[in-house]
């Protein structure tokens, strides 16, 4: 009998502090600009979660570096739930192999919480660009080696690591200019300082109902319902290319399990309900909303195709 109570006092912390957790606001970084699609996600999950928990859920937008500041910032932060990153392909599994000197280790001091959601990209060229399909484009590459500038969202970004993919599978060069997200981008695109990029759909998509960009393929294995005259990479014989921009939440490891499958089901709840899967839908993205081994297992399979691509390509974010 003293064995067991002595086994349930040793019990009592955990589950008091899980069934009190959030007793004070909640800080969640999100290592891109106001405005951009990972503080889209971030901060309508934000909302949710404020909502549902009774704690306020505080955004902190701190970027550059291809988000590795603000990840780094949670990496470093207490492991008690009261801070959480919003992070992208790059910070939260793929800048280990593009940047030599982290200051953090994605694998070892984050946790993943739940993939939120992903979204294929869409190739656009400028109308300078001699190409008016995703074959003729390959062929112009080929062509006029380091002549065309892509953009992407930095370092380890699926706008990124899409083009090096498609560099190193067709033998081609091109030049990489990052930017810290897609407005940016879109904008120097359209005054002619870079010809190409990989994007979420609805970043582009109203440039190329307007004439002003051409958009040639997506990354997905079938056509975006935002642009069903698009065609998938897999239908033109390319599904090696197939790519998706996603978005998660993670923590700084060592979060005690009780709080982790609190926000965890917390999050699923939020992220699928039903107005938020509508928002996320415009923004082009679908809800994944998992727990946080298939997240942790998403992470390993982004890992092992990704790498393989940086190597190959010689890709480097610095």
């Known amino acids: 009998m003293r064995m067991l109570a002595l086994l349930l006092f040793c019990l009592l912390p ?11 606001p909640v800080r969640v970084v999100i290592p891109y600009p106001p405005g951009s699609t990972p503080d889209i996600v971030g901060r309508t999950l934000s909302t949710r979660l ?18 590795n500041i603000g990840a780094e910032a949670v990496a470093k932060a207490p492991a008690d739930g009261y801070t959480l990153l919003i992070g992208i392909n790059g910070p939260a599994a793929i800048n280990k192999f593009l940047y030599r000197n982290l200051g953090y280790d994605s694998d070892k001091d984050l946790l993943p919480v739940s ?10 060229v400028t109308p300078s660009v001699e190409a008016n399909d995703f074959r003729a484009f390959v062929r112009y590459l080929k062509s ?27 033998g081609v060069f091109i030049v990489h200019i990052p930017y810290r997200g897609f407005p940016p981008a879109v904008t120097d695109m359209l005054s002619g300082n870079i010809q190409t990029m990989f994007a979420i759909v609805p970043a582009v998509l109203p440039q190329v109902r307007a004439g002003k960009l051409r958009a040639l393929a997506v990354t997905g294995l079938k056509r975006s319902p935002l642009a069903p005259e698009v065609p998938s990479v897999a239908e033109l014989g390319y599904a090696q290319l197939e790519s998706l921009a996603w ?16 926000i965890n089901s ?19 993205f679908d809800v994944v909303a998992n727990s946080p081994a298939e997240f942790s297992a998403w992470i390993r399979v982004e890992q092992a195709k990704w790498s393989k691509v940086i190597r190959a390509s010689g890709a480097t974010a610095e």
């Open 115 to 124: 993939l939120l959601a992903s979204a294929p990209q869409m190739l656009v």
């Open 14 to 24: 955990c589950t008091a502090s899980s069934q009190q957790y959030p007793a004070k």
């Open 144 to 170: 006029n080696p380091g002549r065309l500038s892509y953009g992407s969202v930095g370092g380890g970004s699926a706008s990124h690591l899409t083009m090096e993919l498609l560099k190193s599978d067709a």
């Open 50 to 67: 404020q909502e549902s928990l009774g704690q306020p859920f505080v955004v902190e937008n701190r970027t550059g570096a291809g988000g």
């Open 266 to 284: 917390q999050t699923i709840r939020a992220m699928r309900a039903t107005d938020t899967v509508e928002t996320l839908g415009k923004q082009g």
């Open 247 to 262: 978005i998660g939440l993670l923590a700084p490891a060592g979060l005690p399990q009780e709080i982790l499958h609190r």
